[in-house]
């Protein structure tokens, strides 16, 4: 098996260097901090950055744009923040929803535990005691993968009077040749514009 991970951290390190990265853009009632895009009311204040997710499960960023944003509550009242009240728009006026980690974890769990199921050298493994480690690695890798989704990914609900909840975003994957998009939460938006695009602009 071993012989077959190389070739596929090549191919994503490939990948990885081709994805595409977006940053934000100072606009009207929008500051940039840190890479990250920030409107500010009384009510909450709310940051977006497109950042890459690195985490198992690796393929994610093959199918998904990620953002990772964080809404601080500002009042002495509960803030309720659905799934709805965000949206991705990209350069054509394009919208796209929210996908849910649940929706993920249906996706890309069968390619994760069929792996070893469906590779054309499963003769190789003669021992099977081998060929058992290898599926209890793969389950395992799975297990970090499903953790990582549920611990990283931004969770809906109620935020407390002062508190604030962070995590990533997934949408699905913007066309590369989109120079430009905009990411909603509630009536504010932060317009984001690819890096390649910006350099140009700057020479």
Not at 66 to 84: G, K, P
Not at 161 to 176: C, M
């Amino acid at each position: 098996m071993k012989r077959f991970i190389f070739p596929l951290l090549l191919l994503v390190l490939i990948f990885s260097a081709c994805t595409i990265k977006y940053v934000p853009v100072q606009t009207d009632g929008v500051t940039i901090t840190d890479d990250f895009g920030v409107n500010r009311t009384k009510v909450y204040t709310f940051a977006a950055a497109n950042e890459y997710w690195n985490k198992e499960p690796q393929e994610l960023t093959n199918y998904f744009t990620t953002f990772y944003v964080s809404i601080q509550n500002r009042t002495r009242d509960e803030l309720q923040v659905e799934i709805n009240d965000f949206g991705l728009i990209d350069q054509n006026g394009n919208q796209f929803d929210v996908v849910t980690y649940e929706y993920i974890e249906k996706l890309l769990a069968p390619r994760q535990i069929d792996y070893l199921l469906v590779n054309d050298n499963k003769e190789d493994l003669i021992d099977t005691e081998e060929f058992f480690n290898e599926q209890k690695q793969v389950m395992e890798e799975w297990r970090t993968a499903q953790n990582n989704l549920i611990t990283y990914s931004f969770r809906f609900g109620k935020i407390l009077p002062g508190a604030k909840k962070s995590g990533y975003l997934f949408f699905p994957k913007l066309e590369s040749e989109n120079a430009e998009c905009e990411l909603r939460y509630d009536d504010r938006s932060i317009k984001f514009i690819r890096l390649d695009e910006k350099k140009k602009q700057e020479k």
